[in-house]
T-cell receptor, first 116, second 112 residues
Framework: EAEVAQSPRYKITEKSQAVAFWCDPISGHATLYWYRQILGQGPELLVQFQDESVVDDSQLPKDRFSAERLKGVDSTLKIQPAELGDSAMYLC??????????????FGPGTRLTVL | DAKTTQPTSMDCAEGRAANLPCNHSTISGNEYVYWYRQIHSQGPQYIIHGLKNNETNEMASLIITEDRKSSTLILPHATLRDTAVYYCIVRPWGAGNTPLVFGKGTRLSVIA
């Protein structure tokens, strides 16, 4: 069964350092999402891509976060500089296509970030 | 904000049916009910979704009331591996892919 891949699974960094997370969606999935999940809460959307284009980045803290999906396949989420409050699980999800349908989202295992 | 209300936690004996309720009294006609679960330190896992008819798959059954204001996810024979946080989410259909809006979910503990 195809899965969403994420790496690394765990990342520990010091504040003010740069970190990057990678996501490889299920093959053929045009829509890719990055969510952030703080301990004890549900995931919240950071950014949504349709192919290589950003559809929604209204919740992305653009002063320190950036996301790209250059070839419309895999994606990278970067934080620079990291702050203590960025400690969270970063989840990537993908779904087949947009248009007029609403497709099921499949999630990767996540990257657990700890900022010291 | 999430448009659903779920109990914070529930317990279920192993082997028994787990019935997880969800209230979505403001659901619109074009919104589906989705259920996901999240086992500790893993990504959310899709379980099932439905519009107005009851649905069943290999994991669970979804019962939606006739007025669509509430639903129940049923795990027919709960095992220890079903211990997880269960999220009920309403999501519109027909407007392209939209992000999921998660609430805090129900923490289900299956007890031996």
């Amino acid at each position: 069964e195809a899965e969403v891949a994420q790496s690394p699974r765990y990342k520990i960094t010091e504040k003010s350092q740069a970190v990057a997370f990678w996501c490889d969606p299920i093959s053929g999935h045009a829509t890719l999402y990055w969510y952030r999940q703080i301990l004890g809460q549900g995931p919240e959307l950071l950014v949504q891509f349709q192919d290589e284009s950003v559809v929604d980045d209204s919740q992305l803290p653009k002063d320190r976060f950036s996301a790209e999906r250059l070839k419309g396949v895999d994606s990278t989420l970067k934080i620079q500089p990291a702050e203590l409050g960025d400690s969270a699980m970063y989840l990537c999800a993908s779904s087949f296509e947009g248009g007029t349908s609403t497709d099921t989202q499949y999630f990767g295992p996540g990257t657990r970030l700890t900022v010291l | 904000d999430a448009k659903t209300t779920q109990p914070t936690s529930m317990d279920c004996a192993e082997g028994r049916a787990a019935n997880l309720p969800c209230n979505h009294s403001t659901i619109s006609g074009n919104e589906y009910v989705y259920w996901y679960r999240q086992i500790h330190s893993q990504g959310p896992q899709y379980i099932i979704h439905g519009l107005k008819n009851n649905e069943t798959n290999e994991m669970a059954s979804l019962i939606i009331t006739e007025d669509r204001k509430s639903s129940t996810l049923i795990l027919p024979h709960a095992t220890l591996r079903d211990t997880a946080v269960y999220y009920c989410i309403v999501r519109p259909w027909g407007a392209g892919n939209t992000p999921l809006v998660f609430g805090k979910g129900t923490r289900l503990s299956v007890i031996a």
